[in-house]
């Protein structure tokens, strides 16, 4: 269903209306998160002006950043038809590691690249048990969850991390007055959609969540495109919980609760197909930019903060309504 | 896969003696008598019957949970959702009772409703929009937790009457009384899925959708009926579990999916779908609530025990695909 989809679109590309091109930008995922996320701002705005300063602005920014970083990966692997419940224990366990390796004197390089590495450790094994095992994805990070989850308390006992030197928060750096993690998240998102969209590697992202079958005959390996994505998806989470771990003082040996979900959430939420095979990670970052928008929001106007998670769920099912919906249409468009 | 598992001999889906012992189900109770062993020697309060009753009483609400799990994995679906439908019901028993002044009673039927309509919610979506349920039941993960935080703002609802507590706390004749609501529930659920129609269509959905489709099987029906069995279980559970407890917590519940998810798959069930037994779940979530005794009365931490059971689950899939390749090849 999606290489026909595909084989839509091109026709519509070859037609060459400009008009059609425009309802085609206007109609996508990307604008209308954009849209959304501009309707929303002006909404909490309109009712109370605190909203819209510039420190407020830039902290939403800088919060939906690691969320946004961490979906880029997310986006990856639910492209080709997987999925990473367990992102939200390995950020927990990152920001410990890094923090332990920081308060014991370790160089701050160190701290900040060992996360890295160890996340893309993880996937990797993860990545090596759902593509050359064939186990689903969903079963081993569900597993993996519960494992990173118990071993970091067990390790830990949930202790606070005090007194790290102040040179290891990266994230609470401000160059030119703009949070660091911005940075971070901008570069990261314009590169994986450059790879995404230029490289063979990238191409085959899609192909493979497209139409395994398909890829497969026309010489994609299907499990080394499984093991790239898995593992440059742990690169991701390595910099997420990097900027997770640097952002505040102290670092609770605990879990983030319901990370997971926002992570995931975002990269549904930026029009990441749950049918696999399209997707894109600007959108990912909006949508990462969206729930944080809605959490300071719903701040602002004095809503409970005990609703953001049924309104993720909310969010996640209207996106996927709305992709399935328009997959038939563009399906029903064809048979004419 | 679906080829290789359209070939599959019919016979195979009884339970012959052979591949009882070589299968999964007797791999169980050789580990299963082992564990016993090992338990009983190295600690003498596990071998009482007032221990072994405990532990069956503990392991219930998972238990009821695990029964409609094991249908839908043997068609190959899964429903992440259940630990949230558990605490939502919970919550909303709590809530209607404490805050909305309804009757106990009334409550609790209105509680197991509301599970039910959970349930239901994620069987419409799964079978007429056709989301996977993989992502169904994680978008209803979060908004039925969420809901459950959002209506009880994290407040805890207690000080039930006495006479609550008979349920989830008290014996009926001679054993904890939610265990017969287990002993029932695994019966019929046992019955009906070796012995009806609908039962083995689940079977034939999980090996072949289209090839169940074309044989007149009513897929949608029976998809939307062990979705909303599912809802239904979760919120007796949750019932059973308020009554157990004495408290209702927005948390209940959390990661309870695991432990669901875990047992039916040690006890055999192919997470692809298309196989799988009741008596296999059943000695999954013995061996599984063993495994939780066992830590504890050796003075290991609650936490290790989920690193346990996460193990268990990716471990006991390998183990499930290696036997499976050993059956394709004998």
């Keep these: 269903m999606a290489a026909t989809s595909k084989a839509y679109k091109s026709q519509t590309v070859e037609s060459g209306f400009s008009l059609r091109s425009l309802t085609h930008l206007l109609g996508s995922q990307e604008f209308i998160l954009l849209m959304s996320i501009l309707a929303l701002s002006l909404v909490v705005y309109s009712d109370n002006p605190r909203f819209g ?92 969850m519960s494992i990173l989850k118990g071993g970091l308390i067990l390790a830990t006992g949930g202790a606070w991390i005090y007194d790290i030197p102040q040179e290891f928060f990266l994230a609470q750096r401000q160059p030119y007055g703009i949070p660091m993690p911005i940075y971070f998240m901008v570069t990261l998102v314009i590169l994986a959609a450059l790879w995404m969209h230029y490289s063979p590697t990238g191409r085959a992202i899609y192909a493979v969540g497209g139409n395994a079958e398909a890829a497969r005959l026309s010489g994609i390996s299907e499990k080394r495109t499984l093991m790239t994505v898995f593992i440059l998806h742990g690169f991701m989470i390595g910099v997420a919980g990097l900027l997770f771990a640097t952002q505040f003082t102290t670092i609770q040996s605990t879990v983030p609760p319901g990370l997971e979900l926002m992570i995931i959430t975002a990269a ?65 468009s064809i048979g004419k | 896969m679906s080829t290789r598992e359209a070939q599959r001999e019919p016979s195979e889906w009884s339970l012959t003696l052979r591949e009882f012992f070589l299968g999964q189900e007797g791999v169980l109770v050789v580990f299963l008598v082992i564990a016993v062993v090992v338990l009983a020697f190295t600690s003498q309060n596990f071998l009482t019957s007032k221990n072994l009753l405990n532990q069956a009483r503990l392991m219930t609400e998972v238990g009821l949970l695990a029964l409609p799990m094991t249908y839908i994995i043997i068609t190959g679906g899964i429903d992440l959702s259940v630990g949230s439908i558990f605490g939502f019901s919970a919550v909303m028993l709590g809530w209607l009772w404490q805050e909305q002044g309804f009757p106990l009673e009334v409550a609790i039927v209105a509680s197991i409703v509301i599970g039910t309509l959970a349930g239901l919610f994620n069987a419409l979506f799964i079978v007429y929009v056709r989301v996977p349920p993989i992502i169904m039941t994680l978008a209803t993960l979060a908004l039925y937790r969420g809901l459950a935080y959002g209506v009880s703002q994290a407040r805890s609802a ?85 009554s157990r407890v004495s408290t209702t917590r927005a948390d209940s519940g959390t990661g309870m999916e695991l432990d669901v998810i875990a047992a039916v798959v040690l006890g055999g069930t192919s997470i692809m779908g298309g196989r799988g037994t009741i008596p296999g779940t059943i000695l999954g979530l013995v061996l599984i609530q063993l495994l939780k005794n066992g830590l504890s009365l050796s003075g290991v931490k609650g936490d290790a025990t989920i690193v346990v059971i996460g193990s268990v689950l990716i471990l006991s899939i390998l183990i499930n695909n290696f036997l499976q390749r050993r059956f394709a090849q004998a």
């Design chain 1, 53 to 144: 300063t510039e420190r407020n602005l830039l902290n939403i920014l800088s919060n939906a950043s690691y969320i946004a970083v961490g979906a880029i990966g997310m986006s990856m692997v639910i492209i080709t038809g997987n999925i990473d419940v367990s992102v939200g224990s390995l950020i927990g366990v990152l920001a410990t590691i890094a923090g332990q390796l920081a308060v014991h004197d370790y160089p701050i390089w160190m701290a900040w690249t060992a996360p890295i590495l160890a996340a893309m450790v993880v996937e990797g094994f993860i990545g090596f048990l759902v593509a050359y095992l064939r186990i689903p994805a969903i079963v081993v990070t569900l597993g993996m």
């Design chain 2, 158 to 242: 207690r000080g039930y009457p006495e006479w609550f507590f008979r349920f989830g706390q008290e014996d009926t004749f001679g054993i904890p009384t939610q265990i017969w609501f287990f002993i029932v529930a695994s019966i019929i659920t046992w019955i009906v899925l070796a012995r009806t129609p609908f039962g083995r269509g689940l079977y034939a959905i999980g090996n072949n959708v289209t090839g169940a489709r074309f044989s007149g099987i009513p897929v949608d029906r029976y998809l939307l009926v062990i979705y909303t069995f599912s809802g239904f279980m979760a919120g007796l559970a949750g019932f059973l579990f308020t």
């Design chain 1, 268 to 332: 549904v939420v930026g029009g990441v197909s749950i049918l696999g095979g399209s997707g894109t990670v600007i959108g990912a970052m909006l949508g990462a930019i969206l729930i944080r928008v809605i959490q300071s929001g719903m701040i602002f106007l004095n809503v409970s903060a005990y609703w953001l998670q049924a309104v993720q769920g909310i969010l996640i099912l209207l996106t996927v309504l709305a992709d399935i919906l328009r997959r038939r249409r563009q399906a029903a």
